[in-house]
């Protein structure tokens, strides 16, 4: 079985700072890209920052210069550091891991962790 753990979400002040991680495990699962997502409520889920196991990033508009992905290959954790929340920041925040289960595509979403920015 594979699982995705997320954690690190809180109630912060605009301006304040955050990681979020997440840990993904499971017997035979090897973990190619991941990615972080928020949704919030009434929105469609928002993809905001993927990595790759070599360590190329990439980055939506919306976060870029204020959100930092990062990734630990040999613990198999993703980390995503924000920096500057505002309100619109609110949300529920999602880990998914892309990879293969003893060898055949596979790919997993967390169980999310919420942020809430209070104003």
């Known amino acids: 079985q594979v699982n995705i753990v997320e954690s690190g979400g809180a109630v912060v002040q605009t301006g304040d700072s955050l990681r979020l991680s997440c840990v993904a495990s499971g017997s035979g699962f090897s973990v190619s890209a991941l990615g972080w997502y928020r949704q919030a409520p009434g929105k469609q889920r928002e993809l905001l920052a993927t990595?790759?196991?070599?360590?190329?990033?990439n980055y939506a508009d919306s976060v870029k210069g204020r959100f930092t992905i990062s990734r630990d290959n040999a613990k198999n954790t993703v980390y995503l550091q924000m920096y500057s929340l505002k309100f619109e920041d609110t949300a529920v925040y999602y880990c998914?891991?892309?990879?293969?289960?003893?060898?055949?595509?596979?790919?997993?979403w967390g169980q999310g962790t919420q942020v809430t920015v209070s104003s």
């Open positions: 990595i790759s196991r070599p360590g190329s990033t």
């Open positions: 998914h891991a892309d990879g293969a289960l003893f060898g055949k595509k596979y790919d997993v």
